[in-house]
């Protein structure tokens, strides 16, 4: 039960557990593809849409609730955390309460990490995604879902060693992927070389904006207008991190690039895209 009515438990199956990954600026005016497939995958439960990333959190409300209601949802609710003291309140708690999918809008990732850790309501979030339900999130929201997220570093040249590349721990739900969006329109194709430089073991996703990737069992399918650049950096043989000085150019070799399109697919274990029909 939230806000005075009671809404059905939806089922959920762990199988289907799911993350809507959104590069930002996603279309809220045409046909809305993205955020249609948010709302059909809360189908009968609650959609509990969180503003905590961003600084004007009540006019991120104001957009999205209306839209939501007009693209099905039901039962839209607002989870409106401000302090880590929020994220314990008994009603923030209770709002999970027959939800089948949380959405993150945009902001500071930082800010959802801080407010949110090992607190009652990240937990929640945590459990629903173990039981099956759909978590989602754009911009800031969606490089959050990593375990590992970029945080800041320069989007428009390459990379440089001991760089503005910052790097924090993620709430983990999307395991050995690291993510960055707002990706061709903000040129960020070298930090994220240099992300998966530092570490190869985690494969690096850049999803444009109006774009994103709908990861379930292992593989995600990419949908919307943009491109989805896939870097992997398993097959790495030489870098330059930690053998010359600060400042220079990073240099990396044999790192693969995959550039992804509106219905590929990618196997995560298997580090291969399938392409979408013609």
């Known amino acids: 039960k939230a806000g005075g009515r009671r809404t059905p438990r939806p089922r959920l199956r762990k199988a289907d557990r799911t993350l809507v990954v959104i590069g930002g600026h996603e279309d809220r005016e045409g046909d809305r593809a993205i955020l249609r497939e948010v709302a059909e995958r809360a189908g009968t439960g609650a959609l509990v849409v969180t503003t905590v990333a961003s600084d004007v959190p009540d006019q991120l409300w104001e957009e999205y609730a209306p839209l939501f209601r007009r693209l099905g949802v039901r039962h839209v609710r607002r989870l409106d955390v401000r302090s880590r003291e929020d994220a314990a309140r008994d009603e923030n708690v209770a709002l999970f309460d027959g939800a089948s999918a949380v959405f993150f809008t945009g902001g500071d990732q930082l800010k959802i990490t801080s407010q949110l850790g090992d607190t009652p309501v990240f937990r929640c979030i945590r459990d629903l995604f173990e039981r099956g339900g759909t978590i989602c999130g754009t911009s800031a929201g969606a490089s959050v879902m990593s375990e590992t997220m970029l945080v800041a570093g320069p989007g428009d040249e390459s990379h440089r060693i001991g760089g503005a590349l910052r790097m924090a721990p993620g709430i983990g739900l999307l395991q050995g992927i690291i993510v960055d969006q707002h990706f061709a329109e903000r040129g960020r194709i070298g930090r994220l070389i240099a992300a998966v430089a530092q570490n190869p073991r985690l494969l690096g996703v850049g999803i444009d904006e109006n774009t994103a990737i709908v990861s379930r069992r292992g593989r995600f399918r990419v949908m919307g ?54």
Do not use: M
């Open 225 to 278: 207008e943009g491109a989805v650049y896939v870097v992997d950096g398993r097959g790495t043989t030489h870098t330059n991190l930690t053998t010359e000085a600060q400042d220079r150019t990073l240099s990396v070799f044999d790192v693969k690039l995959h550039v992804l399109r509106d219905g590929d697919e990618y196997h995560v274990a298997r580090r291969r895209p399938k392409g979408a029909a013609a």
